[in-house]
């Protein structure tokens, strides 16, 4: 069987769930899902970045312990996954021991390389972002306060990775692997960082400073930088040190943010990996930004979305249909309740909702609630027929470049189709004929009907997984794989009878 190892970015332990952290998992667990449908043995990854000072902090406003906060931070995180059906195989909490002990292997093999340096350095520190700033961090001449918040000048004796001499090597690989950054565009931007001679990483923290960290393994007065932590647990999950590691790595694909590409992901992990001479990540997927109204969320705005009011208000699929409908992977998009309520109501509640409950509807008037026989297939059936095949290769093709919105797209095409072929045909029109013919079209229109929605069921299963189950549980039908279930089939069908009477799966919002 063919791996896939796939991983999202670890949440910050010191905030609620939102929107774009439910967005990125959906879009982790709807390339998964596929995947397995597809016969790979997939790997999904997924979890909480737990130390730091912004942790620490919190912890202590709050009065309980660091350890505290992230137990119930977890607790939060993990909630949002049952409820939005994330299907992680593994969540990964930077606090376990499993985790710790390979990112202090790690520092020691680096410092004992001559990778890690101690020196002192006075630099411009901003706690918000929990580093010392570049320049090139400026925007027009200063350090933005909306995105640095406070910054204090500091001098310290600190620990510092070496990434200058891996940076020719760096821009060598991005530019000889195109797969490297999805989307493309995003490479320009990381070449363009890294036109300058880039600051070693300072990977310590004085533990007069901070102390909610992993302590460094060759000075104990130390702790390890929060970065340089967190995304060792790529790694660190999947028994780095150990010969199943070659199992997993290189990883498939590291779903993260855009604002998380530069610099950790595109330009400090793989100066890591290199040094540790580990092979490249395959693909860096960096996905765009919730906007509401076209501004960037924030607490203090109070525009925050909460997933999990809208997964349970509206249903787990719904809100995962909207997040993948709504946003091209790799571009911003921006959050309307009206817009979610239209696309709710129109294309999940009109065009599939009511396509099940009237077909199922007919099939139990007309047929006594046994799927017919296909018999003579005449134009109309043929259309419906033929762009199945049509759509099923485009939306295989869009769901392998990520273009989930236009693989959505174009199965809201077909169903549409299917809608057309009912009014065209009319079979309630058909039941009212006397003509032999006409019974005949009627059971056929019916039949053609039913395998139309299993296939369009099959198709959507790993975006909306509970309904897609839901639709091919009235057919009494089980699916594990996509293996010769994507095929139009005269005979799959046939003589089943429905398991349910009536069904509504999108009631309508008012
Ligand atoms: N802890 C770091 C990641 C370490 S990975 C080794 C972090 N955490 S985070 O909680 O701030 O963000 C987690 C993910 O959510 C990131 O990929 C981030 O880009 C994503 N999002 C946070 N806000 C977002 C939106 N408004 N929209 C879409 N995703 C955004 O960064």
């Known amino acids: 069987m063919k791996k896939f190892y796939l991983t999202t970015a670890i949440d910050y332990a010191n905030g609620h769930?939102?929107?774009?952290?439910?967005?990125?998992?959906?879009?982790?667990?709807?390339?998964?899902?596929t995947k397995r449908l597809l016969g790979y043995d997939v790997h999904f990854l997924t979890g909480l970045d737990e130390h730091g000072q912004k942790v620490e902090q919190t912890a202590k406003d709050r009065g309980i312990s660091p350890q505290m906060l992230c137990d119930s931070v977890a607790k939060e995180f993990i909630d949002m996954c049952a409820l939005l059906h994330i299907s992680y195989d593994d969540y990964i909490r930077t606090t376990q021991p499993r985790h710790r002990v390979i990112v202090r292997d790690i520092l020691q093999k680096l410092f004992d390389k001559g990778d890690i340096y101690k020196a002192e350095y006075t630099g411009f520190y901003s706690t918000r972002v929990e580093r010392f700033l570049h320049e090139k961090d400026k925007v027009n001449g200063v350090w933005p306060e909306s995105e640095f918040?406070?910054?204090?000048?500091?001098?310290?004796?600190?620990?510092f990775f070496k990434l200058n001499p891996h940076k020719q090597w760096?821009?060598?690989?991005?530019?000889?692997?195109?797969?490297?950054?999805?989307?493309?565009?995003?490479?320009?931007?990381?070449?363009?960082f890294l036109k300058e001679d880039i600051n070693d990483l300072c990977i310590s923290r004085p533990k007069n400073r901070l102390s909610w960290g992993i302590e460094l393994p060759f000075d104990s007065t130390y702790v390890t930088y929060v970065w340089f932590d967190a995304l060792i647990n790529y790694i660190s999950a999947v028994y780095f040190g150990t010969e199943k590691f070659s199992e997993f790595w290189p990883v498939d694909y590291h779903v993260v943010g855009k604002d998380i590409l530069v610099p950790a992901h595109a330009i400090y992990w793989p100066i890591m990996l290199h040094a540790l001479d580990l092979p490249m990540?395959?693909?860096?997927?960096?996905?765009?930004?919730?906007?509401?109204?076209?501004?960037?969320?924030?607490?203090?705005?109070?525009?925050?979305?909460d997933p999990l009011d809208y997964a349970k208000q509206f249903g787990t699929d719904a809100f995962r249909y909207f997040v993948l409908r709504?946003?091209?992977?790799?571009?911003?998009?921006?959050?309307?309740?009206?817009?979610?309520?239209?696309?709710?109501?129109?294309?999940?509640?009109?065009?599939?909702?009511?396509?099940?409950?009237?077909?199922?509807?007919?099939?139990?008037?007309?047929?006594?609630?046994?799927?017919?026989?296909?018999?003579?297939?005449?134009?109309?059936?043929?259309?419906?027929v033929n762009l199945w095949s049509t759509i099923r290769n485009k939306v295989l093709e869009a769901y392998d470049r990520l273009q989930f919105h236009s693989a959505l797209e174009s199965i809201f095409i077909f169903i549409g189709a299917i809608n057309k072929f009912l009014e065209v045909r009319a079979p309630w029109k058909l039941a009212k004929s006397d003509h032999p013919k006409d019974?005949?079209?009627l059971h056929t229109a019916l039949a053609v009907c039913?395998?139309?929605?299993?296939?369009?069921?099959?198709?959507?299963?790993?975006?909306?997984?509970?309904?897609?189950q839901k639709i091919l549980e009235i057919f009494q039908i089980k699916m594990v794989s996509w293996e010769n279930q994507l095929d139009w089939s005269k005979e799959c069908l046939v003589n089943r009878s429905l398991a349910v009477k009536s069904i509504i799966l999108f009631p309508k919002i008012a």
């Open 450 to 468: 039913s395998e139309a929605i299993r296939l369009t069921a099959t198709i959507l299963m790993p975006v909306l997984p509970t309904v897609s």
């Open 326 to 384: 709504e946003m091209a992977v790799g571009q911003d998009s921006d959050f309307s309740h009206e817009l979610f309520v239209s696309r709710y109501n129109n294309d999940l509640g009109n065009d599939l909702g009511n396509l099940v409950s009237r077909s199922s509807h007919m099939l139990q008037r007309y047929c006594g609630g046994i799927i017919p026989k296909i018999m003579t297939l005449e134009s109309p059936e043929n259309e419906v």
């Open 17 to 33: 769930p939102h929107i774009g952290h439910a967005y990125e998992k959906i879009l982790a667990d709807v390339i998964c899902r």
């Open 281 to 305: 990540p395959k693909t860096l997927l960096a996905h765009g930004w919730w906007l509401c109204s076209g501004e960037k969320m924030s607490k203090s705005v109070g525009n925050v979305i």
């Open 439 to 441: 019974q005949e079209r």
């Open 170 to 192: 760096l821009v060598d690989y991005i530019t000889t692997h195109e797969n490297f950054i999805f989307p493309k565009f995003r490479a320009k931007q990381v070449l363009e």
């Open 149 to 159: 918040g406070q910054i204090n000048e500091i001098t310290e004796i600190n620990y």
